[in-house]
């Protein structure tokens, strides 16, 4: 009696488990293939900065940060954490938009022989205010000169609310 019960609660548990385990395939799926995508997009035409890509269902909003291992020492745990804050701040721009500033001081100085030189400063700055939801990193790997590429995704819809 109590293995016919055993029975009857696995087949219920399995059939309460299949649909969850194809949802998930079918996600996994649909990432791995969006993901080759935009590994082949940035390689037949390498890029910086953020693209509005769209699938069949869903509008995503790709940052794309290339970092040089050497300048980072090659710790990869510093890479990531200064590729999501680029990518954040990229994102967020396009989002939220910025505000850009320039200044440009001209200084011109003569000598004791009459001959004046003329020293050219121009200062930029760019602010943004704003927050992008679910910016997470879809991928990375390293270019044909040895940098690495971060992408990251999110959701245009998301960020739009």
């Known amino acids: 009696m109590k293995t016919k019960y055993r ?10 488990i299949f649909p ?6 079918s996600y996994n799926t649909e990432r791995t293939a969006l993901t080759r995508f935009l590994t082949r997009m940035y390689n037949s035409a390498p890029f910086e900065g953020v693209k509005a890509v769209n699938d069949y269902d869903n509008n995503y909003l790709i940052s794309v ?3 040089d291992p050497a300048k980072y020492g090659n710790n990869t745990s510093t ?5 999501g804050v680029k ?10 938009g910025s505000k850009i500033t320039a200044d440009l001081i001209i200084k011109t100085t003569e000598d004791a022989e009459g001959e ?3 020293e050219m400063i ?11 939801k679910a ?21 245009i819809a998301n960020n739009q609310k």
Request: glycine residues 2%.
């Open 116 to 118: 004046s030189f003329t």
């Open 87 to 96: 990518a954040m701040s990229q994102a967020t721009r396009f989002f939220s």
């Open 122 to 132: 121009e200062t930029i700055n760019e602010n943004s205010i704003g927050f992008v």
């Open 20 to 25: 969850a385990m194809m949802q998930a395939q």
């Open 79 to 83: 890479m990531s954490r200064v590729a």
């Open 135 to 155: 910016l997470e990193e879809l991928t990375n790997f390293d270019n044909e000169s040895n940098q690495k590429v971060y992408i990251y995704i999110t959701d």
């Open 7 to 16: 029975f009857i609660i696995a087949i219920v548990g399995l059939i309460a």
């Open 65 to 67: 940060v290339v970092l």
